[in-house]
């Protein structure tokens, strides 16, 4: 690798961080969209992805046993999906929140440094770059 390489690869992280940070403030990744067009396209490339197949279904809790006493809000993208058909989620911002949980959930209950931890912060970052594109999208439009 050249030296070069590793300050270019920190100043993306910081310029993915600092965009992640300015979302909030962001009037496009709050707005209520009036139908599911936008979010159902984002839910398909995210729940798409190479890892996302563990966050597909519930939980079953005879394969997790004590994980229904330990997670109090369990969810899992087909759950996101009806919460986005039935507009429960209507922003980037609600859709991100509910992903966010999936992903808390799963390494509430594996542990920081289980595998499924590794997996779950592939994910994240993943649906954090879908998202910023999707909100940057709607911001140009």
Known sequence: LHSFYYPTIALKLLDRNQALLLLDKNEAYHR???DTTALLQLWKRVSSHRTAAVFRKPVNPSEAPGY????????????????????????YSDFHGRVGLICHNCVKFNGRESDYAILTRDFESYVDDQVLTAVKNASLS
């Open 68 to 91: 229904t006493d330990r997670i109090l809000f369990p969810m899992d993208l087909s759950l996101v999906r009806k919460m986005i058909v039935a507009k429960m989620i209507r922003s």
């Open 32 to 34: 209520n969209h009036p």
